[in-house]
């Protein structure tokens, strides 16, 4: 691993983007300017052994602004479990899945009935304080919830307006939603969270699990809930999905829980011009091998990003 003598790293922002590939996220900058690590172009500095990028010296290097300290507010540890499920279950039986999210769904290759079983609803701009006040007469549990927060006394709900996505686990409990925004100016796919937000607490990033274990004893491994929800179905495989390759480790224990006779990780077909894809490819590989799981990556048309687009057909992959 190599060794910078650095002041603090500080993550790239759109307002600070990465001196060497001037992109505004993955990246790292330290708080003096001078070096970067950078997750998409090498160098001959590896920042550490598990894909985190390259070690560059910035030239002409500027240093970054002051961050402003945002105010201290209690934040919430995670409920249990079984609360967030029920609770998440309570919310999304109060939703609806608007027409035109609906119409997206199936674009993207799922049938009405798979689009109801899996739970996927519209979380509204509208009526939030309403919804909340719904929840807590049919005396669920908010605290420790993510997407839940206190003002003035009073229980909110945060979140951008867009599709929920249950995110469930090896029990089929919801361990979070994930949110296809509506308004795709910061991101297309956000965490229902309220971290920073007073008693309220961040999601994590939980594996989903999707469809069913398969008789041959095959788990997919891909990048994305939706994703993996469509892979599922094409396939009739079961199906993990992580929330950005980094955040692959957490796939293990449950690789660990499922003891699968064989693995094949299907992440996006940009690994082939994106060396972090590529690079948390292979880490994931090497300890799914070190688990004694037999492990092998699935390549297609680079035509397709996504295997969702390949098994979809050439519609939604031009989309």
Known sequence: MTTVAASKWVRVTKHNRCPICGKPDWCLISEDGRFAICARIQS???????????????????????????????????????????????????????????????????????????????????????????????????????????EAEHWQLAGPVGIAIPVRDT?????????????????????????????GCSPGVPVHVAGTASTNGEVWITEGPLKADIVALKLGRLVLAVAGVGNWPGVIPIMRELKPKRAIIAFDMDKICNPTVKLHSEALTACLIRCGIRTFEADWDSHFKGLDDLLTGEQSCQR
């Open 171 to 199: 029990k089929k409990r919801i361990a979070g939603l994930q949110i296809r925004c509506d308004n795709t100016e910061g991101g297309r796919y956000k965490w229902l969270s309220s971290r920073g937000f007073n008693a």
């Open 44 to 150: 001959d500095k590896p920042a550490g052994d598990k894909g985190a990028g390259w070690v560059h010296t910035v030239e002409s290097p500027t240093p970054l602004p002051p961050i402003k300290s945002k105010p201290t507010t209690k934040q919430n540890p995670k409920a249990a479990p079984s609360i967030l499920d029920t609770a998440y279950h309570a919310l999304l039986s109060e939703l609806s899945l608007s027409e035109a999210h609906r119409e997206n769904l199936r674009y993207r290759g799922l049938t009405d009935t798979r689009i109801d079983s899996l739970g996927y609803r519209t979380l509204p701009q509208n009526g939030r304080r309403e919804l909340v006040t719904v929840l807590q007469a049919k005396g669920i549990r908010l605290v420790g919830v993510p997407g839940f927060y206190l």
